[in-house]
């Protein structure tokens, strides 16, 4: 096997040439006032074992090349889950070390696909718990561990009643002016019941996170950019606050937005086009969050 530095390096060479780069402001209402916070955000990679030859380790090796290339770098980056594509610990083992070079500390969530047969320990020897809670430079930090539950209907996710005891718990001594940044694999809100773009007990979490005042939930799932606001003006249910909710490109490949409509054939796309990660800027007079898309 290549030396993974070398390889995170010959990968990364040249690559600035092919990203689509653009920039979205998302409504601001002041942060409590700190440093300036720069988050890189990485999801969905896929790996299928322990081979980086193969695209979907040779893309997350991509985006850590490129990540390592940003100047002022990045004082954090955050995973978003589907590290692995069917839990094989070979490919946790994979992620692990190539994600090992991004510049700065990564915290990770799990997706499905990081389930495997060792079950959750074989998350927990690599990464720990498998949610967090975690202050960081004025932030307060969330992950979330959400599972996908096979009902009746068509499978959904779910946070549970359990973890959102053990949220409530973590935030409750905290001044309505932290600001949070939840990460989670699904999206913390109902999107698209058909393609499982849905958490069944998503609406649990406002009367939680209601007396904050800014809220950002970053999540994986989608392998595409989704946006939205829940708060005052924009017809969500939060009384007080704005939830910024941010769905991210996926390493692997992309899928199109449900908006689109269903393809009559549920298949992955093609990557590189479409792929990528995200850089966040967050400080107390701005929010910034600027997509680096690959075209080729």
Partial sequence: MMERREFVKRVGLGLATGWAVGRLSWPFRAWAAGPELRLALLADAHLKDGN???????????????????????????FAGDLAHRGRP??????????????????????????????????????????????????HLLGLDTWLDPRGGGAVFEIGAEQRQWLSREIAALSPATPLIIVSHAPLRRIFHPWQQWTGDAGAMAPLLARFNQVLCVHGHVHGLET??????AGGSYAENSTTHCGLPATAWPRPLAVQGTPRVMRPGVGPRGCGWALATLSDTSRDFQPYLWQA
């Fill in 228 to 233: 939205g606001v829940r708060g005052p003006g």
């Fill in 52 to 78: 980086d030859r193969r695209p979907e380790a040779q893309a997350l090796a991509r985006a850590v090349a490129e990540i390592r290339q940003l100047s002022p770098a990045p004082e954090l980056a955050l």
């Fill in 90 to 139: 070979d490919a946790l083992d994979l992620g692990k070390e190539i994600l090992g070079d991004l510049p700065g500390p990564c915290w990770a969530v799990r997706g499905e696909g990081d389930h495997g047969p060792g079950g959750k320990s074989a998350w927990v020897r690599r990464w720990g718990e498998p949610r967090f809670s975690r202050a960081f430079r004025g932030f």
